[in-house]
């Protein structure tokens, strides 16, 4: 399974961004989708993730209410609604998936996109 992120950019705090992640391949195998990000000299931090069918998601503390993931598997893609962005949301953002649903807050994740930058001035 490859996977492709897409639209980052350069944003204004309060501003809104929707990053994209195409899967690719073997996407019958794929089931939880989820969104990571890192930050200049911080670790990668888990943002949200989602059920194979849409049915449950989880979001870290520091997004709720301002980002929303969906899926579309018609189209094996991902989306991350970013809203009332912030400067400390400023990272590399990461799509992952993997071949199981499990408990959407941790476990591991077999395939990694590369990242996409955001960007959030003050």
């Known amino acids: 399974v490859q996977l492709q992120a897409s639209g980052g950019g350069l944003v204004q705090a309060g501003d809104s961004l929707r990053l994209s992640c195409a899967a690719a391949?073997?996407?019958?195998?794929?089931?939880?989708m989820a969104w990571f990000r890192q930050a200049p000299g911080k670790e990668r931090e888990f943002v949200t993730a989602i059920s194979r069918f849409g049915y449950s998601t989880y979001y870290t503390d520091s997004v709720k209410g301002r980002f929303t993931i969906s899926r579309d598997n018609a189209k094996n893609t991902v989306y991350l609604q970013m809203n009332s962005l912030k400067p400390e949301d400023t990272a590399v953002y990461f799509c992952?998936?993997?071949?199981?649903?499990?408990?959407?807050?941790?476990?591991?994740?077999?395939?990694w996109g590369q990242g996409t930058q955001v960007t959030v001035s003050s």
């Open positions: 391949g073997r996407t019958v195998s794929v089931y939880a």
């Open positions: 992952a998936a993997r071949s199981r649903n499990g408990d959407l807050n941790g476990g591991e994740y077999d395939y």
